[in-house]
Nanobody, 127 residues
Framework: QVQLVESGGALVQAGGSLRLSCAASGPTLSGYTMAWFRQAPGKDREYVAATRWSDGIVDYADSVRGRFTISRDFARKTMSLQMNSLKPEDAAVYYC????????????????????WGQGTQVNVSS
């Protein structure tokens, strides 16, 4: 069973940057797709970005494309999300997830396709 632990959440000013990390433990991640989702108060969980562990291909939600960068580190079994040009609407609890969704936008963006989740890390953006 894969276990995921996020870190790096903080309060940052609008326009600033923040880097989130997700540490994975358990069996090999080969074949998994790793993703970031976020959830703001009163809103549904929203897809942010995904990367396939085996070859590193990436996908982004339109709302973060060009500002956020997802990456993974094989040796450390970690996934990161570099967030630049943060906006107040980026404030949310950010979750790391792992699963086997087909590599299409529709499947990557559905939380139901991910079996493993971290506990989340809070990101606040002041205007």
């Amino acid at each position: 069973q894969v276990q995921l632990v996020e870190s790096g959440g903080a309060l940052v000013q609008a326009g600033g940057s923040l880097r989130l990390s997700c540490a994975a433990s358990g069996p090999t991640l080969s074949g998994y797709t790793m993703a970031w989702f976020r959830q703001a108060p009163g809103k549904d969980r929203e897809y942010v970005a995904a990367t396939r562990w085996s070859d590193g291909i990436v996908d982004y939600a339109d709302s973060v494309r060009g500002r956020f960068t997802i990456s993974r580190d094989f040796a450390r079994k970690t996934m990161s999300l570099q967030m630049n040009s943060l906006k107040p609407e980026d404030a949310a609890v950010y979750y790391c997830a792992a699963g086997f969704p087909p590599w299409t936008e529709r499947h990557l963006s559905s939380a139901h396709n991910y079996a493993y989740w971290g506990q989340g890390t809070q990101v606040n953006v002041s205007s």
